[in-house]
């Protein structure tokens, strides 16, 4: 069983950066995606940011393009997102998820990090 541990929330002002880390462990991992989402209090959960393992694809959903950078170390099966220049409406719960195939439900997801945006 895999299991993804996320670290690196907190509450930062606006303007401001905050790197969030994703670390897998358990059985040999070798997701074919891996991603960021998030929750918003009241909202549904969205995409943020995905990269494929291996060949290292990106996506961004359009409010975080520029913004935010999605990174994996695959020596420490950890994955990562920058997130530079936050503003208030950035601020959810923020979950990592792994998939093992390349379309469809993510398999594992992390518990989820806080990130509070000050105005």
């Known amino acids: 069983q895999v299991q993804l541990v996320e670290s690196g929330g907190g509450l930062v002002q606006a303007g401001g950066s905050l790197r969030l880390s994703c670390a897998a462990s358990g059985r040999t991992f070798r997701p074919y995606v891996m991603a960021w989402n998030r929750q918003a209090p009241g909202k549904e959960r969205e995409a943020v940011a995905r990269i494929v393992w291996n060949d290292g694809p990106t996506y961004y959903v359009d409010s975080v393009r520029g913004r935010f950078t999605i990174s994996r170390d695959m020596a420490e099966n950890t994955v990562y997102l920058q997130m530079n220049s936050l503003k208030p409406e950035d601020t959810a719960v923020y979950y990592c998820?792994?998939?093992?195939?390349?379309?469809?439900?993510?398999?594992?997801w992390g518990q989820g990090t806080q990130v509070t945006v000050s105005s």
């Open positions: 998820a792994a998939r093992d195939s390349r379309y469809g439900p993510y398999d594992y």
